[in-house]
Structures are given as C-alpha cells and as structure tokens.
C-alpha cells in the first residue's frame, strides 16, 4: 500500500481561515472519539499526521490537510462534545455547519458512525440536514475490527434501510483504520467525488 503525502495545512476556529486554495475538498464529521482522526492517518498511512486520543474532544478546530497536492481533507471537531462547556459547543456546531453546509469545494462529507451502537439522535441530526442540504454524504462505519463480521454487516444493512430513501447518501462503508478494512474501496470513493 503506498502511503500518500499529506501535510497540516491550517486549524480554522472562524470561517474566514478557511483555506483559500482551490482544490477539492473532502470533510469527516461524527461524534467525538468515533474515529475521524484515526481514519484520515488511516488513508495516508501517516499515523503522526493528525492527533488521536482515547480522551474525546481532541479535535478542536477543523483542521485542513493538503493531500497528494490535489485533494483538501477536512477534519472537523467532534459534533455535540458535552464536556468542553455550551458556549464552545455550540461554536463548534455552527462552525461546522458554517463549513458543511456552504463551503463550495467541498465534494462529499463522511458521516462517521461507531459500528458498535445504534446510530445516535446526533448521526441522524447530521444525516437528515445533509440530506436536506442536498450535499453528497458517505456512511463510515467505524471500529469494525472491534465486533464480528456478522454484527459488522447487520449494522451495514440497518444503516442501508435508514438512507434507503435518501437522494444524497453514496453509500455505508464498514472500516476499520487499524485494520485497514475499507481503505481501498474508500479510496476508490474518494477519486470518484474529488474531482
Ligand atoms: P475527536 O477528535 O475527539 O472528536 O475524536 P476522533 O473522532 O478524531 O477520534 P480519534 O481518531 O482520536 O479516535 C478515538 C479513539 O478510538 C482512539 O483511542 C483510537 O485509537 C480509537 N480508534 C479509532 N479508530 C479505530 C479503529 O478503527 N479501530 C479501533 N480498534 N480503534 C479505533
Ligand atoms: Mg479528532
């Protein structure tokens, strides 16, 4: 597998730090500690790249990565965090609506789900304004090294019903960033919308 180049680019706390290069752009969003961090060290094989922490919350700012000098990865503050305190939650929340919702470049938006649990009333929150916001989403689901392959594919098919109707839903991806499972077809996904 070849590791692609990825560098920092920024951490924006306001949209006016948003970057200004004009490149396709792809977001990862979910709950803190789902995984988004994880998963982007995952398909550059770079796990220095962005900070990960059992602890959630670490993701405090969305942070821009220029990949492959084509591509911009947006890795955004875990949604609905309690314990940083309401004020900057809720600067969070719009910041990443601010961002999800207007931002020209941006392609497609993963929408990380934990495989273990039922979505949350937060994933559903997020899948339903995406949707209503006509913007392109992909279902990652995340940590499936951590439950069986059975129970990996009934969260898939429970995750495919809820989206059954939806217009802008691509697809339900299981993945696993220490296993790699999922990288390739991610990858596949990813050349298709950054274009
Ligand atoms: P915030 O930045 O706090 O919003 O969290 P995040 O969504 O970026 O999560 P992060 O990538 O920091 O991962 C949270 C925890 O889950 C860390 O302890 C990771 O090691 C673990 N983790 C992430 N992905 C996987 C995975 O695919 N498999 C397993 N077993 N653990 C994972
Ligand atoms: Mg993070």
């Given at each position: 597998?070849?590791?692609?180049?990825?560098?920092?680019?920024?951490?924006?706390t306001?949209?006016?730090?948003?970057?200004?290069?004009?490149?396709?752009?792809?977001?990862?969003?979910?709950?803190?500690?789902?995984?988004?961090?994880?998963?982007?060290?995952?398909?550059?094989?770079?796990?220095?790249?962005?900070?990960?922490s059992?602890?959630?919350?670490?993701?405090?700012?969305?942070?821009?990565?220029?990949?492959?000098?084509?591509?911009?990865?947006?890795?955004?503050?875990?949604?609905?965090?309690?314990?940083?305190?309401?004020?900057?939650r809720?600067?969070?929340?719009?910041?990443?609506?601010?961002?999800?919702?207007?931002?020209?470049n941006?392609?497609l938006?993963?929408?990380?789900?934990?495989?273990?649990?039922?979505?949350?009333?937060?994933d559903?929150?997020?899948?339903?304004?995406?949707?209503?916001?006509?913007?392109?989403?992909?279902?990652?689901?995340?940590k499936?090294?951590?439950?069986?392959?059975?129970?990996?594919?009934?969260?898939?098919?429970?995750?495919?019903?809820?989206?059954?109707?939806?217009?802008?839903a691509?697809?339900?991806?299981?993945?696993?960033?220490?296993?790699?499972?999922?990288?390739?077809e991610?990858?596949?996904?990813?050349?298709?919308?950054?274009v």
């Open positions: 597998m070849k590791q692609l180049n990825a560098e920092f680019l920024l951490g924006a306001n949209d006016s730090q948003f970057p200004k290069l004009n490149l396709p752009e792809v977001a990862f969003c979910g709950r803190s500690n789902v995984g988004k961090s994880s998963l982007l060290n995952s398909i550059v094989l770079n796990k220095h790249l962005a900070k990960i059992s602890t959630p919350g670490k993701t405090k700012e969305i942070n821009f990565y220029l990949v492959e000098d084509k591509w911009v990865f947006a890795d955004l503050p875990g949604f609905g965090y309690a314990a940083v305190g309401k004020n900057l809720l600067k969070w929340t719009a910041l990443n609506w601010h961002y999800l919702e207007k931002r020209e941006l392609r938006t993963c929408v990380l789900v934990d495989s273990r649990h039922d979505p949350m009333e937060q559903l929150a997020t899948i339903e304004r995406l949707e209503f916001a006509g913007r392109n989403y992909l279902i990652i689901l995340t499936c090294d951590k439950i069986s392959p059975k129970s990996v594919d009934e969260r898939k098919k429970q995750l495919e019903h809820l989206v059954s109707q939806c217009k802008y691509v697809e339900v991806l299981p993945y696993s960033s220490v296993k790699l499972q999922g990288r390739d991610l990858l596949a996904i990813l050349k298709r919308f950054l």
